[in-house]
């Protein structure tokens, strides 16, 4: 049996978690939550910004609030290109992408990681989150793609 089993938080839990850490819930901090709630995908600061922008948050306070939530337990940081690092609340089990790395697009593995975390439970650890990311290029004909080929 895996011990592996990351908690995944509900959007109700993730305003219970800001309010007891002392955070108060200032309407840009709840268009934040709400944006990544609603996300179908990881997000790296700058995609988030341009969807808050309209608050009035700027790009540093947009970054110091999802350290914040990192900190906090809801919100996984994912690699994404070029060590942009991308954003997606924590869902609860273990999470594989395979990530182009010409065009930055990403899409969720269904593969089971379960080896992976036996493998580290046969050293004596105890996983407490596990992420996979298998770099690749993709054949959709991503634009930089393209471009490396005209040119
Ligand atoms: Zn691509």
Redesign the pocket.
Known sequence: MSAYRAPGVSQPEIYDRLRAAGYRLTTPRRVLVDLLCAADGPLCAEQVHAQVGATGMNLSTVYRNLNRFVDLGWLERMPGLEGQRRYRVRTGGPVAQVL??????SRPLATSLAPLQEAAAGLGFCPESLQVTLSA??D?G?D??AQVKAG
Not at 100 to 105: F, H, P, S, Y
């Open positions: 182009c790395l010409d065009c930055g697009r290029h993709c959709h991503c930089a793609l």
